[in-house]
C-alpha cells in the first residue's frame, strides 16, 4: 500500500514540477543541441553507448543542457546519482556521501556518480576532500560550471577530468525544444490541462530572446500560457511571450570569464576602428549590469595605449567622458560614452607611445642606475658647480627653432631611440620633426649667445 501511495506523490510531484524540469530528456536520442558532444561517434555518445562513465566536467552557459546530460550518463551506466550543489554544500556532507558512496559500493556493487552544480564555488580545501577519491575510482565525479575550468578547478582535479565544453543553444536548438513542450501530452506544457493554441510567433520570439538557455525559454513559455489562459482569447501569442520575458537579463558574470570576454571585443572593437561593434559591446555590459566607470577608466587606457599621439584630442575626450558622467549619471551619462566611443574607433591608431614605454623600461632594467650626464646635472651649491654640474647645457630657446643637437641620456644609451612615431594622423608631422632633430638636417650649431637660466 505504501508503495501505491509513493508512487501517487512521485506522480504529483512531477506534474507539479516546472516545465523545464518535466521535459528534461530521458534519453539521449531527445537530447536537443551539443552535436559535437552527443553526435554520432562523438565522445559523450560514445561512453553512453559503452555505459563506461569517467569523471567529467560540464563547463557551459546555463540552460546549455549540463544536468540533463550528467543524469542520462549516469541512469546510462547504471550507477547511483547523487547531487551536490556547491553553494549549499560544504566539506561535511561530502564526506557523509563519500562514506555512503563506500557502502553502497561494498554491499550493492554499485558506483556512485557525484553530480556538483556550480562546482566553481567551492575553494581549493573542499575541492582537495574528493581529490583522492576521485583518483581512486571510488566516486566518479561529474562537474558542472558556467566558468572557465582551467581557472576554478584545481589543477588535480582537473588532470583526473575530461573537460566537454557545452555551447549556447541555437535559436532553433531552443524552438524545437519548445515545440517537443507544446506537443508532448503526458510530461509537456499542457500536461492534464486543456490546450491552448500556441502561435509559432511566440515560440520563435522566445527561442530568439532566450540567450541560448532552454530553462529559460521554458519556464518563460510555461508563464505565457498560464497569461493566456487569464485572457479571454486563450491563446499563447508574441505579446504574451513578450511579457513572460518582460524580467529577463542578458548572460552576464562581472567577476568571470563573460566579463573579460566583453570587454576583450569591446577593446579590439575599438582597435580595429568599428564603432558599430564598440558600441554594441559597450550597450551590452551596460545593460547586464557593468559599472559604467570600469568601461570609462578602459577607455582612458585605450586613448594613450592604441591611439596615443596619432591623435592627442582622444585622450582628452576619453577624460571628459569620464567627468561628464561623474557629473551627470545615468542614464544620460551613457550620451557622453557613447561620444567617447565613436571618437576612439574612428581615430588613427598608433601604439607607439605605449611602445616606446617598454623599450624603456627594458633598458632600465638591463642598464641599471646609469649616471646622469653632467651638464643636465643642476648646481644648485658652489661645489656641484666647481665639480662641472651643468657645464656646457645649452638652452634650447636660445636656438633656432627652439632646437639644439645635445645628448640627454646616459653615454651608455647614447643614440638609444625608444619613439619610433607611426605614420598616422598627427605622428606624421611628429615623426618629420623628430627625424630633422635627430638627424640634425637643421644647422643647429651656431652660436648660443648668452645662456638662459638652468633647471
Not at 514540477?17 to 562523438?42: I, S
Not at 508574441?238 to 518582460?246: D, P, Q
Not at 636656438?399 to 619613439?419: A, I, S
Amino acid at each position: 500500500m505504501d508503495d501505491l501511495f509513493d508512487q501517487a506523490g512521485s506522480e504529483e510531484a512531477r506534474r507539479e514540477a516546472p516545465l523545464a524540469d518535466r521535459m528534461r530528456p530521458r534519453k539521449l536520442e531527445e537530447f536537443v543541441g551539443q552535436e559535437h558532444l552527443v553526435g554520432p561517434d562523438k565522445f559523450l555518445r560514445e561512453i553512453y553507448q559503452s555505459g563506461k562513465l569517467p569523471s567529467l566536467i560540464f563547463w557551459g552557459p546555463p540552460g546549455s543542457g549540463k544536468t540533463t546530460l550528467a543524469r542520462m550518463l549516469t541512469r546510462n551506466s547504471k550507477a547511483h546519482f547523487l547531487s551536490f550543489s556547491a553553494v549549499l554544500s560544504g566539506v561535511a556532507e561530502l564526506r557523509k556521501a563519500i562514506e555512503e558512496a563506500e557502502q553502497r559500493r561494498k554491499f550493492q556493487g554499485q558506483k556512485t556518480v557525484l553530480f556538483v552544480d556550480e562546482i566553481h564555488r567551492w575553494n581549493k580545501a573542499q575541492q582537495d576532500a574528493f581529490l583522492p577519491h576521485v583518483e581512486t575510482g571510488r566516486l566518479i565525479l561529474i562537474g558542472a560550471t558556467t566558468q572557465n575550468p582551467s581557472f576554478e578547478v584545481i589543477p588535480a582535479l582537473l588532470s583526473r577530468c575530461r573537460v566537454c565544453v557545452l555551447n549556447f543553444l541555437s535559436e532553433d536548438d531552443i524552438a524545437r525544444i519548445l515545440a517537443q513542450a507544446v506537443a508532448e501530452r503526458e510530461r509537456g506544457l499542457f500536461a492534464g490541462e486543456d490546450p491552448l493554441l500556441v502561435e509559432e510567433a511566440a515560440v520563435r520570439y522566445l527561442a530568439r530572446v532566450a540567450d541560448g538557455d532552454a530553462r529559460r525559454a521554458l519556464n518563460a513559455l510555461e508563464l505565457a500560457a498560464s497569461l493566456a489562459r487569464a485572457k479571454a482569447g486563450g491563446r499563447v501569442t508574441e505579446a504574451e511571450a513578450k511579457e513572460a520575458l518582460s524580467s529577463g537579463s542578458l548572460l552576464y558574470d562581472k567577476a568571470g570569464e563573460e566579463h573579460y570576454n566583453l570587454i576583450s571585443a569591446f577593446i579590439k572593437s575599438l582597435r580595429g576602428s568599428d564603432p558599430d561593434a564598440a558600441l554594441y559591446w559597450m550597450v551590452r555590459m551596460l545593460e547586464s549590469g557593468e559599472d559604467p566607470l570600469f568601461l570609462l577608466r578602459r577607455m582612458v587606457i585605450f586613448a594613450a595605449e592604441d591611439i596615443g599621439n596619432a591623435d592627442p584630442m582622444a585622450l582628452q575626450v576619453a577624460v571628459a567622458a569620464q567627468q561628464a558622467f561623474s557629473f551627470v549619471g545615468l542614464p544620460e551619462g551613457r550620451i557622453p560614452m557613447a561620444q567617447a566611443v565613436t571618437y576612439l574607433a574612428g581615430a588613427p591608431k598608433s601604439n607607439a607611445s605605449y611602445a616606446a614605454l617598454g623599450k624603456a623600461a627594458a633598458a632600465v632594467r638591463e642598464a641599471g642606475s646609469l649616471p646622469v650626464p653632467e651638464h643636465l646635472r643642476n648646481p644648485v651649491t658652489g661645489l656641484m658647480e666647481a665639480l662641472g654640474y651643468g657645464h656646457d647645457y645649452k638652452y634650447p630657446h636660445d636656438y633656432p627653432g627652439h632646437h639644439v643637437r645635445e645628448n640627454y641620456l646616459p653615454e651608455k644609451l647614447r643614440g638609444t631611440v625608444f619613439y619610433e612615431p607611426s605614420e598616422q594622423g598627427e605622428e606624421i608631422k611628429i615623426k618629420a620633426r623628430l627625424s630633422r632633430w635627430r638627424e640634425g638636417v637643421k644647422k643647429e650649431e651656431d652660436d648660443p649667445g648668452e645662456s638662459g637660466g638652468q633647471c
